[in-house]
């Protein structure tokens, strides 16, 4: 079956402009898990949605770092005036629950340049 | 805080040699740790978790907690073996939400 998908694959983006990143779980997944991957810094835990509960938004950098999941299934990741230091690959993760340790699938990211 | 050390950024072996990529890991509470991997071109996976004891692709790892360690070893390495690892924890000491925690990784290089 489908993946995770994000999308766009690559986005070039100007210093200071806000950017908007999108993932589409797998299908029934109610968990979703973003992460960033940087170099220098590894995979690095951003937010989590589980259902219609809460996100744990404890890993974003900052109040730059927005998400949200609409409808329970498709994700949005928006950064706000984008700053040199945000570039990296920013990667979803879906698995069916967040808890009982159910495997995270990943798509394949989305590479951010920041110039 | 929970912390994954993967003390090689890269490991070069020869075909049919034995492998061993190594993670240690600090956690408080009883961690659940597992191995990602990606090969060239492809997405992040799933290799293998401690709490399944399976071998996969001839990998294996064992949890050791009194040296909170959980290494990943293959007796004998092949060419397709050639991708980064990724050693990673889970946390579910905040909310629930079982986040992995990543090791930096472990480049591994297969020499024919």
């Known amino acids: 079956g489908a993946g995770v998908s994000q999308s766009p694959s690559n986005k070039v983006t100007e210093k200071g402009k806000d950017v908007e990143l999108r993932c589409d779980p797998i299908s029934g997944h109610t968990a979703l898990y973003w992460y960033r991957q940087s170099l220098g810094q590894g995979l690095e835990f951003l937010i989590y949605?589980?259902?219609?509960?809460?996100?744990?938004k404890s890993g974003l950098p900052s109040d730059r770092f927005s998400a949200e999941r609409t409808g329970g299934s498709v994700s949005t990741l928006t950064i706000q005036r984008t700053q040199q230091e945000d570039s990296a690959v920013y990667l979803c993760?879906?698995?069916?629950?967040?808890?009982?340790?159910?495997?995270?699938?990943f798509g394949p990211g989305t590479r951010l340049t920041v110039t | 805080a929970q912390r994954v050390t993967q003390p090689e950024k890269l490991l070069s072996v020869f075909k049919g040699a034995p492998v061993e990529l190594k993670c240690n890991y600090s956690?408080?509470?009883?961690?659940?740790l597992f191995w990602y991997v990606q090969y060239s071109r492809q997405r992040l996976q799933l290799l293998l978790r401690h709490i399944s004891r399976e071998s996969i692709k001839g990998f294996t790892a064992d949890l050791n907690k009194g040296e909170t360690s959980f290494h990943l070893k293959k007796p004998f390495a092949q060419e397709e073996d050639s991708a980064m690892y990724y050693c990673a924890l889970s946390d579910h000491s905040g909310a629930g939400s079982y986040q992995l925690t990543f090791g930096k990784g472990t480049k591994l290089s297969v020499i024919p």
């Open positions: 949605f589980q259902g219609n509960s809460a996100p744990d």
């Open positions: 993760a879906s698995s069916l629950r967040g808890t009982g340790g159910y495997e995270q699938y």
């Open positions: 956690y408080s509470g009883s961690p659940e």
